[in-house]
């Protein structure tokens, strides 16, 4: 197993650590013949379904109903809404001819980058009288956009997320919509997958195209470069006037709607989950997301010991089964059992059952936490209950660690010198700042990237002294980091 297993450390290469963890343990295939276009092997598939299945239920939990969009968007609506195809033109796949290329199309037609312009020309139709309000739908879709640098799950010029398009009468109802989409955010990435982020107000000249307001949750990846993960954004009426989307209020005046979208980034969750929770032995994943959440091993080396420790396996496959986990007996004879510790630890699999002779004979299983590495000796009778305690319990371990890692990162600067050490350092920089683009402009050169991420969303402008990299009066507090 030695030259499948992951062979850097991940506190000293993560690059290589994490390209290894993609290939080694099954999640992609790079060789496809399209940059920037991966295949999703099944056990990276079924880690996303279970992401998509959270999100999704806390979606349904608020109101939003499911749809599917069509994948191509005509350049008439993209051109309704000035500030949002200036920020998308550079990174739209059109298509423009058909078949042998002789004949073009009598329009161009985008593979949606996101899809504002095709929701909001259908909901012209659908919304007429407040009684159509609140509308709340989303779909889970691919989305298409030419990236220069692709990373797999973190870059890409397809990739995997969910896309949710509100409307409201009022715009105080979108805000509140806002802080739920939040919510929806906190429950998944935070308290099923324990990915700690910060939500914040990014600044006005890195807002979405088309938006009033953006609002994102950013976590810290091992090398010390933010991942954005999740984002709403206050659309407000920009949306809705190109685009004629209005309704007849209870007053008898007809009026634009009010609107949001929220878009968790699944590609990017599944990095985080991988990146965050991983060690030097490969993935990490919490019961609820795993594809496996239990592999059974038999041990035994006479064949006169084979039939009754296979027993006993599939006697606890079925225990297990019907209580809801997904659990698989390893029993291929051509591996040792260590070969299928290390090929199951690297995959991730959260409880490893090892079952041989002894194990038969005092009616006891050996469990092994994939996250502790550490093994103990349960009754049968006590395992249905220790399974159970172990879901909760390796999720606030990860949850923990992640926690910790992630508070150690951020730090307070209130000089040039400071905020340049820190971002050398890969950490996140918490800063008074004046608030001109132009100064976050120069920080960003003078430190090959660093960036203002933005503020807490219910922080309040004053005075905060002196602007950490500028020198002049600060307005706000906000947070600073390289990015992805």
């Known amino acids: 197993m030695s030259e499948q297993g992951i062979t850097v450390k991940k506190s000293e290469n993560f690059s290589e650590w994490y390209s290894q963890v993609l290939i080694k343990a099954g999640l992609v295939d790079l060789r496809y013949n399209v940059q920037g276009f991966i295949v999703h092997r099944p056990w990276l598939m079924r880690i996303i379904r279970a992401i998509y299945r ?66 909001y020309y259908m909901y012209s139709y659908w919304i007429q009288s407040w009684r159509d309000l609140p509308l709340k739908l989303y779909q889970s879709v691919s989305v298409y956009r030419y990236e220069k640098n692709t990373r797999p799950l973190m870059r890409g010029r397809e990739f995997l997320w969910i896309e949710a398009h509100d409307a409201f009468a009022t715009h105080e109802e979108a805000l509140q919509q806002i802080r739920e989409d939040m919510e929806n955010s906190r429950k998944v990435i935070w308290e099923k997958l324990g990915i700690p982020f910060l939500f914040l107000r990014r600044p006005p000249w890195d807002k979405f195209g088309g938006a009033e307001d953006t609002y994102a949750a950013d976590t810290i990846m091992p090398d010390g470069r933010v991942l954005q993960i999740s984002s709403t954004h206050d659309l407000g009426q920009r949306f809705a006037k190109p685009f004629n989307v209005t309704f007849l209020d209870k007053d008898g005046q007809r009026k634009y709607v009010w609107q949001t979208c929220y878009g968790p980034g699944v590609w990017r969750i599944a990095a985080a989950l991988i990146s965050i929770h991983g060690d030097d032995k490969g993935l990490v994943l919490p019961v609820e997301v795993a594809p496996v959440q239990v592999i059974i091993i038999p041990i035994y080396y006479k064949d006169a010991d084979k039939e009754k420790v296979l027993g006993k ?31 199951w630890e690297l995959k991730g699999v959260p409880i490893r059952l090892e079952v041989g002779v002894k194990e038969v004979e005092t009616n006891t299983v050996t469990v092994f936490r994939r996250d502790l590495l550490r093994k103990e000796k349960v009754p049968d009778e006590k395992l249905l209950e220790h399974i159970k305690y172990l879901e909760g319990a390796i999720l606030e371990e990860l949850k923990n660690r992640a926690k910790n890692f992630f508070e150690s990162r951020i730090v307070n600067a209130t000089s040039r010198q400071e905020v340049k050490e820190a971002l050398r350092s890969g950490k996140i920089v918490k800063m008074p700042f004046c608030g001109r683009e132009e100064c976050a402009n120069d920080l960003k050169e003078a430190t090959d990237g660093g960036k203002i991420r933005g503020t807490e969303i219910d922080f309040k402008e004053g005075d905060y002294g002196k602007c950490a990299w500028c020198g002049a009066p600060a307005r706000q507090i906000v947070y600073v980091a390289k990015a992805y």
């Open 313 to 343: 396996c599939r006697r606890l496959e079925e225990l297990l089964k019907g209580a809801g986990y997904r659990v698989q007996v390893d029993a291929r004879e051509e591996y040792t059992p260590g070969y299928k510790f290390n090929e």
């Open 54 to 119: 959270m999100f999704e239920e806390e979606l349904e939990k608020t109101g939003h109903e499911p749809v599917l969009f069509p994948l191509v968007i005509p350049e008439e609506n993209f051109e309704k809404e000035k500030e949002h195809v200036e920020g998308f033109r550079a990174e739209v796949f059109w298509i423009t001819e058909v078949g042998d290329g002789s004949e073009k199309l009598d329009r161009k037609l985008a593979l949606r980058p996101t899809s504002e312009t095709a929701f």
